[in-house]
């Protein structure tokens, strides 16, 4: 079944449900389905194909999700783009994907295509505030019935590459429902929960929980940008969501910077936490405020749409550093460099099998046949160990182990040394190039404030997290220099810019 059939199904067994709110609009799931088949009415007749990207660049709001169904309804493919992006760099991905129609905002319309200037894609751009009518009208709708097959690309989503243009994931709606499937079975999720996005569109664990509560009949409301973490819990007071994810940054921000951990929130039935590692202690944290909260640990790749494993909540406290089981259609292999699959408790390359696997990446059917291989397995580039009960334990990236004097070392062992020192709340270690020992160990730790304003006091607390480390590994896998920092700098979603910490150090 198709994205979009399902949500005419929705529709037509929950009509006057809520099924989107933002802090100034809302939306029925008869109005979503009816506005969205509307508008795809209208770009069928403008000659938007079958395979023709739409492109969507705004905050989020109503006229953005419907045009992203608009866009299936349409057997088009929707492309949600990083607002955060630079100009150049939403070029070139503009250029990569070419859209027939890019739906944004005017603040983007004019801080990010209008500088493009001749060399916007020559589709039309619709400015959301310039055409309310359109994305509110339901006259005139497209038929729900499918035209596309369930292998057909319905979305693209542009991983955020360090370097050079990101990748375009294609994801076909068999690929999505999938996952959502499996998480809707593993959670589970039903039509009488709520959800709290706070994860933009354009990642794609903001896609697959739009997807997962929209599908199942449950309501999402959309928050603010995440700068202010006591909105966040007034929100989620507010609209009384029984469910909430997002990356450990997002909690993180929310234990040291809000009222989350003593706010009552009875309606919060579930929590989870996506996008790295958060680490034992703040786990325990959560589970002390709050003991009835079930808290679900999720890994994944975008190339997986997303979801791979999920640590069952019962399995928290017992397993706190796992990454969990494989979410129901979906197989872990670990193999060594050959392809071949080694025992339980050894370390490997994390392989992924089902069909939530990608299509492949936009237009690069090279670095395509370099991840996913003649058996049709995805080689994720995480490296990590099953246990005898077959969860999945992760050490690190294959591209983030860092060779010094001939040892090989995955950053996220020794990051996970420091996040046990008292008074260390993040920590980053980078390989730094070396002429003698080819790569160097850095450590960049992020302390409880204040920070020390004293050069000697900040060299005394390096130093103290020096002798930390000493003490719990050897020398030669010890960082050999020691970064102390207020904050970190951050990408759009949370997670560590590490090219801008290795720049800036």
Known sequence: MLLQERLHDIAGRFPDKLALGFAHESLTFAELDQRSRALAARWRDWGVRPG???GLL????AAVVVAFWAALYADAIAVHLNEHLAPEALGDILDDCEPVIVVAS??????KLAQRGPGTPGGRILVVEDEPEMFARSEGQASAAATAAETDIAAIVYTSGSTGTPKGVCLSHRNLNTTVQAVETHMPITS????????????VHGLLQLLVHTLCGGSIHFAPDFVFPNVVVDQLVRTRVTGFSGVPYHFVALMDRSRFLETDLPDLRWIAVTGGRLPAERIAQIRQAKPGLQLHVWYGQTECAPRVTALDPRRVDRKPDSAGAPVPGVKVLIVDET?????R?????VVVCGENVMVGYWRQPEATARVIDSLGRLHTGDWGWLDEEGDLFLTGRRDAM???AGERIFAEEIEAVLLQCEGVLDAVVLGVPDDLAGERIEAHVRVVPPLPHEEEAIQHLADRIRRHCLGKVPFARAPKAYH?????PRKPNGKVDRPRMLAGR
Not at 339 to 343: D, I, N, Q, T
């Open 52 to 54: 023709d990207r739409v």
């Open 58 to 61: 705004a905050e989020p709001c």
């Open 106 to 111: 005017r603040r983007y319309a004019t801080q």
């Open 192 to 203: 009488e929960d709520s959800y709290l996005m706070v994860v933009p569109l354009h990642y």
């Open 339 to 343: 392809g071949r699959e080694v025992p």
């Open 345 to 349: 408790g050894q370390v490997g390359e």
């Open 402 to 404: 860092i060779k010094s």
């Open 484 to 488: 102390i920092w207020a904050d970190f």
